[in-house]
């Protein structure tokens, strides 16, 4: 019963901006930590960016700082990642997913709750 969904993913071109959305439901997001993750075929899945339950923790992979912001609104059940300067290197299939945790985890072992992804093309 317990659900992440991702949306707003497509297609931008380089120096282009997205914001996805990652919707949560059978559990209460008060008490877990949510990561943004990206993947290619052919690669590891990679960690982008993560947020404490509270949102009073964050961190970011250091190939997206100051491009990237991760948010959460508990009250709407959703986390959001925003992304700007998009290039190419960014495209790929991104994941949320949730942990029991009142810290910022960054280890993608300790994620058990995922959703479905959503695809980003940079591209001209």
């Known amino acids: 019963q317990r659900k992440l969904v991702e949306s707003g993913g497509g297609l931008v071109q380089p120096g282009g901006s997205l914001r996805l959305s990652c919707e949560v439901s059978?559990?209460?997001?008060?008490?877990?930590?949510i990561g943004w993750f990206r993947q290619v075929p052919g690669k590891e899945r990679e960690g982008v960016s993560f947020?404490?339950?509270?949102?009073?923790?964050?961190q970011y992979a250091d190939s997206v700082k100051g491009r990237f912001t991760i948010s959460r609104d508990n009250a709407k059940n959703t986390a959001y990642l925003a992304m700007s300067s998009l290039t190419p290197e960014d495209t790929g299939d991104y994941y949320c997913?949730?942990?029991?945790?009142?810290?910022?985890?960054?280890?993608?072992?300790?994620?058990?709750?995922w959703g479905q992804g959503t695809r980003v093309t940079v591209s001209r």
């Open positions: 059978g559990f209460n997001l008060d008490y877990y930590a």
């Open positions: 947020i404490s339950s509270g949102s009073d923790m964050i």
């Open positions: 997913a949730a942990t029991y945790s009142s810290y910022v985890i960054t280890d993608v072992k300790m994620y058990d709750h």
